[in-house]
């Protein structure tokens, strides 16, 4: 499996910006897809986590209480992307942000260590 993160920038506090994350390797039904972030000096965190579960056409999404309520994540399996729409950017959103794929569905979503794949990451930078 092979993760390629984008959409990350530089924008002003208030705005917006949408990562999208693109898996490739083999088609993809169940699964858990994660997006991470790390600022300078601080360790990886989590943020989000799209769980599909392809054979019922059916998902599940969670957040961390930092972001919940700003943060949308979504994903569309025929095209096997994710994508993390960021809404009400604030400085501490700075980061690079890094998508991470993993195979088993059940389990905490939340633990990096879980996961088996990762992408480059994409910098997200908010002035204030």
């Known amino acids: 499996v092979q993760l390629q993160a984008s959409g990350g920038g530089l924008v002003q506090a208030g705005g917006s910006l949408r990562l999208s994350c693109a898996a490739s390797?083999?088609?993809?039904?169940?699964?858990?897809l994660g997006w991470f972030r790390q600022a300078p000096g601080k360790e990886r965190e989590f943020v989000a986590a799209?769980?599909?579960?392809?054979?019922?056409?059916?998902?599940?999404?969670s957040y961390a209480d930092s972001v919940k309520g700003r943060f949308t994540i979504s994903g569309e399996n025929v095209q096997n992307m994710v994508y993390l729409q960021m809404n009400s950017l604030r400085p501490e959103d700075t980061a690079v942000y890094y998508c991470?794929?993993?195979?088993?569905?059940?389990?905490?979503?939340?633990?990096?260590?879980?996961?088996?794949?990762w992408g480059q990451g994409t910098q997200v930078t908010v002035s204030s």
């Open positions: 991470a794929f993993r195979w088993r569905t059940t389990g905490w979503v939340r633990s990096s260590a879980t996961y088996d794949y």
């Open positions: 390797g083999r088609t993809f039904s169940n699964y858990v």
């Open positions: 799209f769980t599909s579960y392809g054979g019922s056409a059916s998902y599940v999404d």
